[in-house]
């Protein structure tokens, strides 16, 4: 088992920055990677990083790329976004999640955090 706690959402205006943060607890020695997704009302969850816990690497949704940046602290087992430049669109709840093995779904999720962004 592996549980997730996000932090750091809020409101903030367009143009403003956030930093949210996952915290990892339980067989974290286990995972695969750890992903960050969001879900804004109305719309379906969508994918928005990645970080991989043996090599450090990490992809971006395209739609993201230069202003989001991913970035973990594993001595703490925690996971970071930094989040920049943001939009109103960018508005969603922001939920990381635990993949433990290549290939497969993320197993684990937290509870998610309310990123909300003023225009």
């Known amino acids: 088992q592996v549980q997730l706690v996000e932090s750091g959402g809020g409101l903030v205006q367009a143009g403003g920055s956030l930093r949210l943060s996952c915290a990892a607890s339980?067989?974290?020695?286990?995972?695969?990677?750890v992903g960050w997704f969001r879900q804004a009302p109305g719309k379906e969850r969508e994918f928005v990083s990645v970080?991989?816990?043996?090599?450090?690497?990490?992809d971006y949704a395209d739609s993201l790329k230069g202003r989001f940046t991913i970035s973990r602290d594993s001595a703490k087992n925690m996971v970071y976004l930094q989040m920049d430049s943001l939009k109103p669109e960018d508005t969603a709840v922001y939920y990381c999640?635990?993949?433990?093995?290549?290939?497969?779904?993320?197993?684990?999720w937290g509870q998610g955090t309310q990123v909300t962004v003023s225009s």
């Open positions: 999640a635990a993949q433990m093995r290549f290939g497969r779904e993320y197993n684990y």
């Open positions: 339980g067989r974290t020695f286990s995972v695969y990677a």
């Open positions: 970080i991989r816990s043996s090599s450090g690497s990490t």
